[in-house]
């Protein structure tokens, strides 16, 4: 399988300010890796598909200004949250995705106060 | 489309009872991947089990057996003698028409009782 890292694991921020959190491939070269969001108690749901080079594809209802995804190698995707709010808190999961399935971070847990 | 369904939304058990998880999906096609994940309180999503369409063997891990039927669209998953470490939310997920973007059920939140 593919390891795949995130980092940070956890952030707090204050409200208003930007957060970047990183995703990384470590033995894998992916054109494409993925987004997720996930609130308590909830499902993962998918924001956005971060290709390698080109710009992101963005689900509906997935605000493209806010969540910027930058992609710009083969082993890294970018996900900023720009102008933080509390209801942006949440649990941020980054996935490498392969034809036989998809290889998932750690996850980050954003806190904006 | 895709769908899969995880009817049981939380289970609750004693450690030492056998339990089991539904999932139920729904796909067109002939060739698709079906998962499972676990999701501990710390978050991080981990792989259980990958399995095709084409393979309905089923499967034993240590404590850990799938059920793969085809015939009823299900891909059950039991774990013998439940341990508290066993406590976290199960996914069950279906990957199918070649696409890598996974279709995810709600999840079954399983809680392990000392």
């Known amino acids: 399988g593919a390891v795949v890292s995130q980092h940070p694991s956890r952030v707090i921020c204050k409200s208003g300010t930007s957060v970047k959190i990183e995703c990384r491939s470590l033995d894998f070269q992916a054109t494409t890796m993925f987004w997720y969001r996930q609130f308590p108690k909830q499902s993962l749901m998918l924001m956005a598909t971060?290709?390698?080079?080109?710009?992101?594809?963005?689900e509906q209802g997935v605000e493209k200004d806010k969540f910027l995804i930058n992609h710009a190698s083969l082993t890294l995707s970018t996900l900023t949250v720009t102008s933080a709010h509390p209801e942006d808190s949440s649990f941020y999961i980054c996935?490498?995705?392969?034809?036989?399935?998809?290889?998932f971070g750690p996850g980050t847990r954003l806190t904006v106060t | 489309a895709q769908k899969v369904t995880q009817a049981q939304t939380e289970i609750s058990v004693v450690e030492k009872e056998d339990v089991t998880l539904d999932c139920v999906y729904e796909?067109?096609?002939?060739?698709?991947?079906l998962f499972w994940y676990k999701q501990p309180p710390s978050g991080e999503l981990v792989f259980l089990i990958r399995?095709?369409?084409?393979?309905?063997q089923n499967e034993i891990s240590g404590r850990y057996s799938w059920n793969f039927q085809k015939s009823t669209s299900s891909f059950n998953f039991t774990i013998t003698a439940s341990q508290v470490v066993d406590s976290a939310v199960y996914f069950c997920a279906l990957l199918s028409g070649g696409s890598y973007i996974p279709t995810f059920g709600r999840g079954t939140s399983l809680i392990v009782h000392p």
């Open positions: 399995r095709n369409s084409f393979d309905e």
């Open positions: 996935s490498v995705g392969r034809l036989d399935g998809q290889y």
């Open positions: 796909t067109r096609d002939t060739t698709y991947y």
């Open positions: 971060s290709n390698e080079g080109s710009k992101a594809t963005y």
